[in-house]
């Protein structure tokens, strides 16, 4: 996409607009395959939190991913996109056993990460295959809130507590069919990877069943020039061969399965926002858009940097801006950064969109949600409509007082 077909899609379905590449998905989701290309069975389940719209879903499904799901919904959302029963997992956190019998009856695949459920549901269905989410106790990435794999996360079932799962297994007779883990995003050392890894194969000695083991994903994209990112191509060689070590050790071929989210989708967004005025006080200057944390919490709850573009002066002098947006409460989404001077009604373009941006938005201060739009094989596709002051009222009950 280039800078005027991002103005166009303005043009077109106004301001503030979320717009994904789908050749960059399509890209990402290749390179991912191709770097696993010596694993016999590779299966790649994206994960829905991520960017949920059922248009999307549908693309990848038609690259052939698979679907990570986190709530029922979820799972009704890809079954919606036409995904088949076989190709979800369903890895909630602290869901109620009714909520994970509801998967069970659509025929999902189970992921469990709690000691007390697993005994729950392996003692009313032991015939169902079940997979078993493990906290390996490694910290992959730099921050705390988006690394769920460290010892006080509540994500998994702690690996010192394998004697207490081996005891659920014998007792109900429940089969295993896989083992799971996720360290959380951005993982920066392939080498605490791969650690965390040789915990997982460790694991799944325990089980003789084993369909598949899933490492997750947690891929680091680039959010800013210069940045790091997860070498996705070293990362590929040196687990690959070490999996295929494991599954002669284990006496057959295991599926090696991912749930990439943000690889696939972070880069191939573009939030559009307008200027709607350029503000001087004593010492800043901010730019004030049709937005918030409504729209783009990121920058705001995790700290996250997303390059800013002024495209419709690409080419002016750079000054100093903020970037906030008109909630009534602090949303900066940018301070004191270097971008091409900016006049009132300039459209300003936010980089690595794709992922955690539109799925968190919110109708705070009673904003609508933007549109969504989908740029495939050169044109732009409606794939969401901006909300209206209908959609607001929509499950409002207004009393006879």
């Not at 979820?74 to 079954?79: G, N, R």
């Not at 959380?184 to 325990?206: K, P, Q």
Request: net charge negative.
């Amino acid at each position: 996409m280039t800078n005027n077909d991002l103005l166009a899609v303005v043009r077109e379905f106004e301001s503030p607009v979320y717009v994904y590449d789908s050749q960059k998905i399509e890209a990402q989701y290749k390179r991912l395959n191709n770097a696993f290309k010596k694993v016999k069975q590779v299966k790649i389940n994206y994960a829905v939190k991520a960017l949920s719209n059922i248009s999307v879903l549908k693309f990848l499904n038609s690259l052939g991913a698979g679907m990570d799901t986190v709530s029922i919904q979820e799972v009704k959302l890809a079954m919606e996109a036409g995904v088949t029963a076989d190709k979800i997992i369903y890895t909630p956190n602290g869901v109620s056993l009714k909520e994970i019998e509801k998967a069970a009856e659509l025929g999902v695949q189970i992921n469990i990460d709690n000691l007390s459920l697993l005994e729950q549901f392996g003692t009313k269905y032991p015939k169902v295959p079940v997979c078993i989410r493990i906290n390996p106790h490694v910290m992959a990435g730099g921050n705390t809130n988006i690394s769920v794999g460290h010892i006080d996360s509540k994500f998994g079932i702690s690996i010192h507590q394998l004697p207490h799962i081996k005891r659920i297994v014998e007792n109900t007779g429940m089969r295993i069919n896989g083992i799971h883990m996720h360290t959380g995003s951005d993982i920066l050392d392939i080498e605490v990877f791969l650690y965390a890894s040789e915990i997982l194969f460790e694991t799944a000695r325990n089980f003789s069943d084993l369909e598949f083991i899933d490492f997750g994903s947690g891929f680091k994209v680039p959010y800013k020039e210069g940045d790091i990112e997860t070498n996705v191509e070293e990362m590929g060689k040196k687990l690959s061969k070490r999996f295929n070590e494991f599954c002669k050790e284990y006496g057959k071929e295991l599926t090696l399965a991912f749930e990439p989210g943000k690889f696939l989708v972070s880069e191939a967004g573009k939030f559009l926002a307008e200027v709607n005025v350029v503000k001087q006080t004593t010492s800043t200057v901010f730019a004030q858009i049709d937005s918030g944390f409504n729209h783009l919490i990121r920058p705001m709850l995790y700290g996250s940097q997303h390059e800013i573009e002024n495209i419709s002066n690409s080419n002016g002098k750079e000054r100093f801006y903020s970037v906030v947006g008109y909630i009534c409460e602090t949303d900066t989404f940018a301070n004191n950064r270097r971008i091409s001077e900016i006049s009132e009604g300039d459209i300003l373009s936010f980089s690595n969109a794709g992922a955690y941006c539109f799925s968190m938005a919110s109708n705070y201060n009673s904003r609508y949600r933007p549109a969504e739009v989908l740029w495939h094989k050169d044109q732009a596709h409606l794939i969401r409509k901006r909300e209206t002051f209908e959609d607001l009222m929509k499950n409002q009950i207004s009393l006879e007082l």
